[in-house]
């Protein structure tokens, strides 16, 4: 486990970029794994950045998110379909088709979830997957329980969960209480993990997770367990690590 503190989130967020774009460099054609939320929105911008400045170019990589709401129309402003596309996907030259995310209105949704863990697979597996973390300690929607499920799946969402993400909705009645998302046993396949944590509210769960035992009512603690896992924190997310 490499844990790097950074004392802004500029930092933070051109380190994040600059790993991406550099397993880019490495191979043109890798598989990056993508997560959604406030966290890596910076990121997503320098990865704008550095495409415009003509520093790296995704046209030969292909890109799995982890998680879909379920039922939410693609269209739908807070659907994760359309926070990839206007945070990023639309501003480089990745092509459409090797951008993959769950499909959260499928007729048949374990259909769906076999489908995407087998297009992954296909793809030769995660080269580096980029994780927030919730502050019930999920990762994905990988939600704390007394097991936890390795291939990608339904889950019923946490009300913590739902409160967390109601901020980007008119009011929690209007966030979906399902969603599809990537298990952590594809998680952990990958060949690196980029753990990305923000803000003070974060700094008790980081602790939890990575200096903590590893417990399934505690999903991102099984990171600790991963070959390559990468921490990246603002001082304030990190300060308990220290």
């Not at 911008?45 to 520093?55: A, I, Q």
């Not at 080269?127 to 939600?143: A, S, T, Y």
């Not at 998302?181 to 993990?193: P, R």
Request: glycine share 8%; proline share 5%; with cysteine.
């Amino acid at each position: 486990m490499n844990v790097h503190i950074f004392s802004s989130n500029e930092e933070l967020n051109e380190a994040a970029a600059g790993l991406l774009a550099a397993t880019l460099h490495t191979k043109a054609n890798a598989v990056l794994g993508l997560a959604t939320g406030s966290t890596p929105v910076g990121v997503y911008e320098k990865l704008v950045e550095l495409y415009k400045k003509g520093s790296v170019s995704f046209k030969s990589a292909k890109t799995f998110n982890l998680d879909e709401y379920v039922g939410l129309p693609r269209d739908h402003s807070e659907s994760y379909y359309t926070f990839m596309n206007t945070r990023l996907f639309q501003h480089i030259d990745l092509p459409a088709e090797n951008a993959h995310i769950p499909n959260g209105n499928a007729e048949i949704v374990q259909e769906e979830c076999v489908r995407y863990d087998q297009m992954i697979e296909q793809a030769g597996g995660i080269d580096i997957q980029i994780l927030g973390i919730g502050h019930n300690g999920h990762i994905g929607f990988n939600e704390p329980g007394p097991t936890l499920q390795s291939a990608t799946h339904l889950v019923d969402l946490h009300e913590e969960t739902r409160k967390a993400n109601a901020r980007f909705f008119d009011s929690i009645d209007d966030v979906p209480v399902q969603a599809i998302t990537v298990g952590l046993g594809t998680i952990m396949k990958s060949k690196t993990i980029l753990l990305l944590a923000k803000g003070s509210d974060k700094a008790e769960i980081m602790h939890r997770a990575l200096r903590g035992p590893i417990d399934p009512q505690c999903p991102a603690s099984f990171l600790q367990l991963h070959p390559q896992l990468i921490v990246m924190t603002d001082s304030e997310a990190g300060r308990l690590l220290k």
